[in-house]
């Protein structure tokens, strides 16, 4: 086995360990482990010592299993399969923190009393909320692009083409030369170009959340916020259509080499997203909370709504009264769905069915 491939199974749980590290202290100062805490708390000594006990116990138990995978890594199903336990142990030690803040909140009281307070801008829709849509153009051109070889290449290709690679480069699965199976790449481009493009457009229709203590700041951090990550939106839509186009083309016999093409297709640009995306929540926090404004003050940015009730576990938002089809997420950056609306559970049965159909497309392509 070669290098590629160890690194192909251990940036996810680089990646996932990074991320279950820095998720805590980059969400709104005020969400500690999905429960709200009044800003004059959030900095109490017990909450900060919730979070110190979360991180050592995150890491102490990723980093063992990390050895254990290592220890079993040319099990490619061990290998491949304790992505999925590292993401159980995530939710573990969040679920933990997360009882532990609510019971010391319900324990301390610190809400008893509060008077909620929310702040709405009516002129919010007319400011420029995300970067312009006709980026996608470029994610279109480089679908039209890929079409446009595999026509001029269809003659020339074999009766059987790779349609798959394994982890070191090699392809690994086949398909009889067909209309489906050539173009299957640029059906998988133009349905990961919609999801990306319904993405941008949960980011601009998303509630917005501003802080009533400094509501003209909080606004103007917010639509950097939601500007900033449209714009990466649509920089991963453009990087995932050159990967596919790069691996349609390698099918397509118009790169030669094609093994170490596809490699560094395979590890590089999913690389690149993911680095950009934890870079981008570092910078930003949840909400822009973490932006820097010139004019700001040392008041310290928060929303002052306890709407726990409304959280389940902190995670899922299941509000009947709230018309809104896209919230904040409670623990980490950028946004979620109201499961309350119908509307919801339609997109998901979608989205399902899509899945459904692209994997049914590649069986029969794979016969």
């Known amino acids: 086995m070669n290098t590629l491939y160890y690194i192909n199974l251990l940036i996810p749980y680089v990646i996932l360990i990074v991320i279950g590290s820095i998720t805590p202290f980059i969400t709104r100062r005020t969400i500690i482990f999905g429960v709200y805490v009044p800003k004059e708390f959030s900095s109490d000594r017990e909450i900060q010592k919730i979070k110190r006990a979360y991180l050592v116990n995150f890491l102490v138990t990723s980093i063992v299993f990390l050895a254990f995978i290592l220890f079993k890594i040319n099990n490619i199903n061990i290998a491949i399969g304790g992505i999925f336990i590292e993401i159980i142990l995530m939710l573990m030690m969040y679920m933990r923190a997360h009882l532990q803040v609510a ?9 008893k009393g509060k008077k909620e307070i929310a702040v709405v801008d009516m002129d919010f829709r007319k ?5 312009s849509p006709l980026w996608f153009l470029l994610s279109i051109a480089i679908i039209i692009l890929t ?29 009889s030369k067909t209309i489906v199976s050539v173009f299957s790449f640029s059906i998988v481009q133009l349905i990961m170009t919609v999801l990306m ?13 501003i802080d009533p203590s400094n509501p003209e700041i909080s606004k103007e951090k917010n639509l950097k916020f939601r500007r900033i990550w ?3 939106v649509v920089f991963a839509s453009t990087l995932i259509n050159v990967i596919l186009m790069g691996t349609a083309f390698t099918v397509y016999g118009a790169i030669k080499d094609w093994q170490s093409k596809i490699a560094i297709f395979s590890i590089l640009p999913g690389l690149i997203i993911a680095i950009a995306a ?28 306890d709407d726990d009730k409304y959280w389940k576990v902190g ?12 919230v904040e997420k409670r623990f980490g950056v950028g946004w979620t769905v109201n499961f309350a609306r119908p509307s919801i559970w339609v997109g998901i049965i979608v989205l399902i ?5 692209i994997s049914m497309i590649n069986v029969n392509v794979m016969k």
């Open 127 to 131: 400011e420029k909320i995300v970067v």
């Open 353 to 357: 069915l899509i899945i459904m159909s």
């Open 147 to 175: 079409v446009a070889v595999g026509i001029n290449r269809y003659p020339n290709m074999p009766s059987r083409i790779p349609i798959h690679f394994n982890l070191q480069g090699m392809p690994d699965s086949y398909a």
């Open 230 to 232: 449209s714009g990466f």
């Open 103 to 111: 019971a010391l909140k319900s324990e301390k009281e610190w809400s």
């Open 315 to 326: 995670l899922i938002y299941y509000n009947p009264d709230d018309p809104a089809l896209f």
């Open 278 to 305: 934890i870079v981008i929540s570092v910078m930003t926090g949840q909400g822009g909370e973490r932006i820097k404004i010139d004019r700001e003050n040392n008041k310290p940015s928060s929303v002052d709504r």
């Open 197 to 209: 493009f319904v993405s941008y457009r949960m980011i601009e229709l998303a509630k917005q959340q």
